[in-house]
């Protein structure tokens, strides 16, 4: 129970926080280089792995408490 508890809590940590709704004296985004699209993609690639390593460890993590406590 507590390895879910943890996992939720990382898996939660990551969300960005939410901006407020762009208001009509606000201008648009410029928009983005073919290199800052690139770059984009890869730190969500490396986001999604981050994650992925996370929930292994307590996995692992989780396996090895049920192991020692039988």
Known sequence: M???LAL???L???DPPRSPAPDA???A???RSAEDE???RNLDLLEHLA???ALDLLL???QDGSKTAR
């Open 2 to 4: 507590r390895g879910l």
């Open 51 to 53: 994650e992925t390593q």
């Open 25 to 27: 004296g606000v201008r």
């Open 12 to 14: 939660g940590s990551n």
């Open 38 to 40: 690139e770059v984009v």
């Open 60 to 62: 692992e993590l989780e």
């Open 8 to 10: 939720l809590l990382l």
């Open 29 to 31: 985004p410029e928009a």
